[in-house]
């Protein structure tokens, strides 16, 4: 939210959540301004991402960050 909309009066965030016998998607995505140029997940120190991290590797589950129309993030885990 600090830096999705920067710039504009409004947006659009869309949350799912699915699961698929014992695996389970949540997936935000938003229609934002998108990741900067050469973004990389792994070289980021912000506190959000990095709790998201960790809580992946909690679950031994899958993040991924992309540009899709905006930003989507999509955590995958199996229960």
Same mark, same amino acid.
């Given at each position: 939210?600090?830096?999705?909309?920067?710039?504009?009066?409004?947006?659009?965030?869309?949350?799912?959540?699915? +699961?698929?016998?014992?695996?389970?998607?949540?997936?935000? +995505?938003?229609?934002?301004?998108?990741?900067? =140029?050469?973004?990389?997940?792994?070289? +980021?120190?912000?506190?959000?991402?990095?709790?998201?991290?960790?809580?992946? =590797? +909690?679950?031994?589950?899958?993040?991924?960050? =992309?540009?899709?129309?905006?930003?989507?993030?999509?955590?995958?885990?199996?229960?």
């Amino acid at each position: 939210m600090k830096y999705a909309f920067k710039g504009r009066d409004s947006g659009l965030i869309e949350i799912r959540l699915e +699961q698929k016998n014992n695996d389970i998607t949540l997936t935000l +995505q938003d229609n934002c301004n998108g990741l900067p =140029e050469g973004f990389d997940m792994d070289t +980021q120190t912000g506190f959000g991402l990095l709790l998201i991290k960790m809580l992946t =590797e +909690q679950f031994d589950g899958k993040f991924t960050i =992309e540009n899709n129309d905006g930003t989507k993030s999509t955590l995958r885990f199996s229960v």
